[in-house]
C-alpha cells in the first residue's frame, strides 16, 4: 500500500511497489495487452536502449519522433498504428530535408494526412507549422545529443528529460516547438530514447489519491505545479521499482494500457473496477 504524509511520497515497502506493477501486468494479460511483447517490442523503450548502449540517433529519427508524438494528440493510438506504412510514405520515411522541402506544401500534407484518418484537431496548425519546427529541429539535435550522455547519472539524466520538457513546450523557450505542448513534449522525448513520464490524464487520474494514491494530487484536475511534482513522486516511485532508467517508460506505458481505449481499458473516467486486481488497494 501506498500513501502520504505531509505531501511527501512514502513508501512502505519496496516488495508493495513491485505486486502493484505485477498486478498490472496480470490485468492487460487478462485483457489480452502483452506486457512481455510491449518490453521488448516497444519503439520508445527500445529508442531509450538503443541510447543506453551508445548507440547513434539520426536526425531523421528526431523528426519521425516529432511528427508521431503530434498525431497522437487527442487521438486513439491503435488507429493511428494500422495506418503507420501510409503515414510513413506520407512523410517521406521521415529525410530531413525532403521533409523540409515537403513542408511548403503544408495543405498537401494536411489534405493526405485527412485522407487516410491520420488527422486530429490541430492536424491543420501542425502541419502548418511544421517547416518552421523542422527548421530549429537540427539546433535541437545538436543540444541534446552533446548533452544527454550514457555517462550521467540517473539523476542529472532526469534532470535533463524535465529542462527539454520546458525547452520544447514553454512559449519564452528558443526552442519552442509549435503546437507542442508538455504532453506531446514528453511523448516527443519519449520516442527518440529520452526516459520522461508522460503525465497525462490517464496517468493523472490513475495514480492520484482518488484512485492507487501513488502521487499527491487529488484527481486528474491539477494545476502546472501539481502535475510537475506528480512527474518527480512518480520518478521516485519508479526508481523504488528498478535502477533501470528505460523502466521509467515501461511503467509509462503499463499505466497508459490499463487506462486507454483500445488498450485495457479498465481504468478510464468510467472505471471497471469490477475486472480490475488492483481494487482492493484502490482508493476509489
Known sequence: MISHLNGELRLLKDKNIKTIIKLVERILQKEKCDYEKLYFEDH????????????HISIDEYVEGLLWSQLSAQRVWEYLVEKEEIIDEIFTQYEYEKLLLLAKESRKLTKQLLAVGAGNRMIHNQMKYLRKNLIKLPELYELIESEYLISLSREEMIGLGEKYIQMISYPQ?????????????????????????KMDTHLLRILSQERLGIISCKNEKVSHSEKVQAVR?????????????????????????LCAKKQANICGKEPKCEKCLLKKICNR
Open 44 to 55: 520508445q523503450i527500445n529508442m531509450c536502449k538503443k541510447r543506453l548502449r551508445g548507440e
Open 173 to 197: 523557450s528558443e526552442y519552442k516547438l509549435m503546437f507542442v505542448g508538455p504532453a506531446l513534449a514528453g511523448e516527443f522525448l519519449k520516442n527518440i530514447g529520452i526516459s520522461v513520464v
Open 233 to 257: 513522486e512518480f520518478h521516485a516511485f519508479a526508481k523504488n521499482y528498478s535502477d533501470d532508467i528505460a523502466d521509467i517508460i515501461y511503467l509509462d506505458l503499463l499505466f497508459w494500457k
